[in-house]
């Protein structure tokens, strides 16, 4: 039902005769002439239905919005003048010679141009809302960075292998989402995290290159970047170590942008230990696009007589940290107020701030409530140590570590943003020795900080009995513009080494052996060294459009409740199904349950 896509035509087929399908995006009535701009995924062409053709310009008068059409007609140049530089067929319009009206469309239920609408009301008619140019773009530019990766790994000699979707449950750091099984009554499948464990049997099986867009399902709360299902870009490699497999995988990342933003990146990008980027940003994702560092002052604060910095200063699991904010004495209290409440969010206590009016002038020319708690040669420090200059703020973080660095890291980025200080372009970060292991305080056991198959570094491996917390890992994780968008390690491929570091999960040889043991079989097969990563591909799609959460580059996106609006489910279903899963249903303690 077509020769061409609307966007398609332009003067090269002035005088040729086209047929095209699509919408109608806008109907204009002038003087006699109707003027229908037509609408397909390729964009935008204006077709004019002259009433000396009486037959076709009655049917032109019938339509309306989101009406689809089949027109044939002429391609002509637009009159001088009335050209539109905006569309890639802008110079041209087509004179209609038969109009079909394929069929016919109630009023939408909000206006395609109409940028105010809900994102509630986006979902639930979500087809209406994917016909908007911007959804198209959008969804198109994922298409070819799906192309663009998969012609790069296939020209590396990696293969696409498919893992499957019915699986067990494994330990990944989120709940699993549960498949009922009808015909093994009482048990369960395991929708999967990632298919970190097919690919590392994969490896195994001597494929040494694999990778593979896989769907990926977690059942945790969400955020603007983060779905109960989310598409992977999943790579396993063999005999390649993390060195290799960070230069192949940039490599890849510069290829994409080189071929669909026409952006060019780094020939090298840089390595950051989490140490360091824990301590110069107090995130392990910093924005390298933002020119604001923490600064330690923990030394200078251990000895002062004021508890809320002496305190955090002497615990070892304590930090002391100032953030300064160029040209930022200029900051209302109100100003104040609002960050020291945002940084509340992330835990913090308070937000202890001095403005440095003129450093010249000592004490005096110093504003803060705190300074009275702090002698002279204190203050001299911490000026020195953070290069404060006239005209700026330093904002100051006292607390457990983990909670200084949540709060001053946000608090960075959202400065960052409020005074215009992101640098323009894209940062590309690698971050690498990673701790292999946290201290879950509430289960008071030890967690892994990636996954239980993630390797030590070789020269830590003796620290696995005597003190995890110092153990590091050969971990590396991607950062672009303060965005993790892949993440990955060596693995464990020796049988002896995956079972200490099971043990040191309070994981024992019977739970291994129940949940692992055809891991662990494998290992002692003869696996190869291997490592790999994963690549967000909806967070990477998200950075490239410029969009503002995962849902906008995604077709049928849930809600951040973990809905879909446009089908109604989660839904019930009928009890003979349940009865056939050996299912009952019992309500929530508080609603009549038990």
Not at 190 to 218: E, H, N, T, W
Not at 248 to 269: K, T
Request: net charge negative; charged share 30%; with cysteine.
């Amino acid at each position: 039902m077509r020769s061409h896509y609307c966007g398609q035509v332009n003067e090269q087929l002035v005088d040729e005769r086209v047929e095209l399908s699509g919408w109608v995006n806008r109907r204009r009535d002038h003087g006699g002439v109707i003027f229908v701009d037509l609408r397909d995924r390729e964009g935008l062409l204006q077709v004019v239905f002259d009433p000396d053709d009486p037959a076709v310009f009655a049917r032109a008068e019938e339509l309306r919005n989101e009406w689809v059409l089949r027109v044939v007609g002429r391609v002509r140049r637009r009159p001088e003048g009335t050209e539109n530089p905006d569309l890639a067929s802008g110079q041209v319009e087509v004179l209609a010679e038969e109009l079909e009206i394929v069929n016919k469309a109630e009023t939408p239920p909000f206006p395609l141009d109409d940028e105010s609408v809900s994102e509630e009301n986006r979902l639930r008619y979500r087809y209406m809302d994917l016909r908007r140019p911007e959804m198209q773009q959008r969804l198109r530019m994922r298409a070819r960075i799906t192309r663009r990766l998969r012609n790069y790994l296939d020209d590396h000699g990696f293969m696409d292998i498919e893992t499957p979707v019915l699986t067990k449950a494994t330990p990944e750091g989120a709940r699993d989402y549960l498949v009922p099984s009808r015909t093994h009554g009482g048990k369960f499948f395991s929708l999967p995290q990632s298919p970190q464990l097919f690919k590392q049997l994969l490896m195994a099986s001597g494929f040494d290159r694999y990778y593979q867009i896989v769907r990926c399902f977690r059942d945790e709360d969400l955020r603007a970047d983060r779905q109960p299902e989310f598409t992977q870009l999943d790579i396993e490699t063999s005999f390649l170590d993390e060195h290799q497999i960070m230069d192949l995988m940039e490599s890849m990342i510069r290829d994409v942008f080189a071929h669909v933003l026409e952006v060019g990146l780094p020939e090298a990008f840089p390595r950051m230990t989490y140490a360091e980027a824990m301590r110069r940003f107090g995130s392990d994702r910093p924005d390298m696009r933002i020119p604001l560092e923490l600064v330690d002052l923990a030394d200078v604060m251990a000895d002062v007589d004021f508890k809320v910095f002496a305190g955090p200063a002497r615990d070892p699991e304590g930090r002391v940290a100032a953030l300064r904010l160029p040209g930022g004495a200029e900051l209302s209290r109100k100003a104040i107020d609002d960050y020291t409440h945002f940084v509340g969010i992330y835990g913090a206590r308070g937000l202890a701030w001095v403005k440095v009016n003129e450093r010249a002038a000592g004490r005096e020319g110093l504003q803060s409530p705190i300074l009275k708690f702090l002698p002279d040669e204190v203050i001299v420090e911490i000026l020195d140590r953070t290069d404060a200059r006239d005209g700026d703020i330093l904002f100051f973080g006292a607390d457990k570590a983990d909670v200084v660095n949540e709060a001053l890291g946000a608090l960075r980025v959202k400065l960052g943003h409020d005074h215009d200080l992101v640098k323009h372009g894209w940062e590309p970060l690698w971050v690498v020795d990673f701790p292999m292991f946290e201290w879950d305080a509430e289960e008071k056991r030890w967690a892994s900080l990636h996954h239980p198959f993630t390797s030590p570094r070789e020269e830590d491996i003796e620290l696995l009995e005597s003190d995890p917390a110092a153990c590091r890992s050969r971990a590396y994780d991607l950062v672009l513009n303060g965005t993790e968008v892949g993440g990955g390690s060596m693995r464990i491929y020796r049988a002896e080494v995956q079972q200490h570091v099971f043990s040191i999960l309070g994981i024992g040889e019977a739970e291994a052996e129940e949940k692992f043991g055809f891991l662990l079989r494998a290992l002692r097969y003869g696996c190869p060294p291997h490592g790999g990563l994963a690549f967000g591909l909806d967070r990477l799609v998200m950075l490239m459009t410029g969009a503002s959460s995962i849902r906008e580059v995604m077709a049928f996106p849930k809600t951040q409740a973990a809905t879909c609006l446009l089908t109604d489910a989660p839904a019930e279903v009928e009890p003979r199904h349940l009865r056939e899963l050996s299912i009952r249903l019992r309500k929530p303690a508080g609603e009549g349950g038990a």
